[in-house]
């Protein structure tokens, strides 16, 4: 596709419902990143695929968040259990390769979460 | 663990004046990056640092790199209303990128 492309643009979810938030990064980017974003701050790292291995989910806040790319492309990001402090922007980015200068991360318009 | 420290927090500049936002990080980056996030946007890339020392302009932008690659500005002249915006610097650590808190710009017109 022509750029990072996120689903849902907006979930509502009741406190302790699970929820699964889609990232369609730009087609043959190697490196996938989520971050977490609140309101007012910068960006929080969640995680990082490289193709479909995560090497990094050194940012998830617990072990009710669980991401995944099978196959190397779409990533899913799955919080369970949603708690009142989920709620935030959750953003995915892409990149062409690892490292170098072709770690551009590109974003994605994210996924705002609001948990009641 | 790795942080990187962003000041000021806000800005409200008139147009025409100059701003500057600033960057510092605990331990030594091997790059960073710059984005700019509209009101309701996603950030978007606007350059990337690699060398101590580093500077590059875009048109009215001038980022720099320290010689220690431990801080980096952004300076933008002669501010326009288009420039309003929260921009953040993110350094590269291993594996990840460690953002800053953003500088929300505000230009009156």
Redesign the interface.
Known sequence: GAGVSQSPRYKVAKRGQDVALRCDPISGHVSL?W?QQALG?????LT?FQNEAQ??K??LPSDRFFAERPEGSVSTLKIQRTQQEDSAVY?C?SSETAGG?R????????TRLSVL | GQQVM?IPQYQHVQEGEDFTTYCNSSTTLSNI?W?KQRPG?????LI?L?KSGEVKKQKRLTFQFGEAKKNSSLHITATQTTDVGTY?C?G?G?????????TKLNVKP
Request: aromatic fraction near 28%; charged fraction near 10%.
């Open positions: 990143f971050y701050q910068g960006p929080e790292f990082y090497l990094d050194s940012g953003l980015a200068m770690n551009i991360q590109y974003f994605g318009a994210g | 962003q990056q984005y946007g996603h950030p978007v890339f990337q690699v953040f993110a590269r291993f594996n990840k990128f460690y953002f800053g808190s953003g």
